[in-house]
């Protein structure tokens, strides 16, 4: 497996376009615990979530949209058509439940909108709220500062 980089972004943005172009119907689905179990029986991860959140003899939902089934409370917009805006914001890497002993995941964040003129908009908030960021006005104001002796520790 690969990391995914800034440079993938592009050719993700080009992927969930096409997909919202199909329009595929999101449709949910109610499963036994025994069923996702056996539905995500390729996925350690899922299959640790369903194991240990989902009490034995009741039921879960999940969703599925194209060739696509995850587990998800939902709901969601009745279909991929309705996405008319979309983009990468970032990845991160991550531990398995947030512990260093665990595997290494990574997280992709995209946004959608049902319009273009407002993921510009929303772009555009982020930029300006990018230019508010406490952490660099601080420091650009000398409101404080840190020290090499002291990493971590704000004077």
Known sequence: LTSVSDADYKGL?????AIAKKKQKFERLVVTKEEALELFA???????????????GSRTT???????????RGPHVPDTGKVKAFTVLRN???????KTDNDSLQRIYGVSFPDPKQLK?????????????HRVV???????????????SAF
């Open 42 to 56: 390729y996925n350690p991860f899922k299959h640790q979530l369903i194991t240990t959140k989902v009490p034995d």
């Open 121 to 133: 908009a929303y772009l555009k908030n982020l930029e300006e709220a990018k230019k508010r960021d």
């Open 138 to 152: 601080g420091v650009q104001q000398k409101l404080f500062f840190f020290h090499d002796l002291s990493p971590g």
């Open 92 to 98: 991160s890497a991550t531990n398995w439940l947030g």
């Open 62 to 72: 999940v969703y599925r949209c194209g060739d696509l089934i995850d587990l998800c």
């Open 13 to 17: 943005d080009t992927e969930v376009k």
